[in-house]
């Protein structure tokens, strides 16, 4: 079946810009995480969400940056006013539910560049 | 707070040796552990999890890993390393609250024919 997809793959900003990254989870997934890792790191939690939700945005670095469920399906982070420490791929993450026992999938990423 | 340590970098192992990766964790409760797996140019993949029950996990493409309470460790293990087997290795922790999964800052295994 289909996985977790993320749009763009790659995106080049200038600084200064908005940029919204998307998020389609699994199908029937209750739950979906981003995350953003930097090279050389494992992931790091930004925010969660459970059907339509926000439930945890104590990952999110500053009010900069947000993200919405509105449906509880397709997910958008958006970083506003991107600064050049904001580059890094940024990951999504589905799972059947929000409790802990549930594994994770993971979206291939969109590497994010600020100019 | 959690939090996962996989104190080696690189490891470098012989095809058909046995291969293991080392993970320790903190949290303030009992854990739930967590190893993925990431592929160039892919996203992470799910190896194996142990939530509870049986201190040794089986996973997928052969790996396993073994909970030990008293040392606070969940190293990863493979009988018989594969060429295919070298990618990039992630252990992952949460308390048995609803508290973000915390990962490692990863370990790279290189298997070499």
């Known amino acids: 079946g289909a996985g977790v997809s993320q749009s763009p793959r790659y995106k080049v900003t200038k600084r200064g810009q908005d940029v919204a990254l998307r998020c389609d989870p699994i199908s029937g997934h209750v739950s979906l995480y981003w995350y953003r890792q930097a090279l050389g790191q494992g992931p790091e939690f930004l925010t969660y969400?459970?059907?339509?939700?926000?439930?945890?945005k104590s990952g999110l670095p500053n009010d900069r940056f947000s993200a919405e469920r509105p449906e509880g399906s397709i997910s958008t982070l958006t970083i506003q006013r991107t600064e050049q420490r904001d580059s890094a791929m940024y990951r999504c993450a589905s799972s059947l539910s929000g409790g802990g026992v549930y594994e994770q999938y993971f979206g291939p990423g969109t590497r994010l560049t600020v100019t | 707070a959690q939090s996962v340590a996989q104190p080696e970098d690189q490891v470098n192992v012989a095809e058909g040796n046995p291969l293991t990766v080392k993970c320790t964790y903190s949290v303030s409760g009992n854990p739930y552990l967590f190893w993925y797996v990431q592929y160039p140019n892919r996203g992470l993949q799910f190896l194996l999890k142990?939530?509870?029950?049986?201190?040794l996990v089986k996973g997928s493409y052969g790996f396993e890993a073994e909970f030990n309470k008293s040392q606070t460790s969940f190293h990863l293990k493979k009988p018989s390393a594969l060429v295919s087997d070298s990618a990039l290795y992630f252990c992952?922790?949460?308390?048995?609250?609803?508290?973000?999964?915390?990962f490692g800052k990863g370990t790279r295994l290189s298997v070499i024919a």
């Open positions: 992952a922790v949460r308390d048995r609250g609803n508290t973000p999964l915390v």
């Open positions: 969400f459970n059907y339509e939700a926000q439930q945890d």
């Open positions: 142990y939530i509870t029950g049986d201190n």
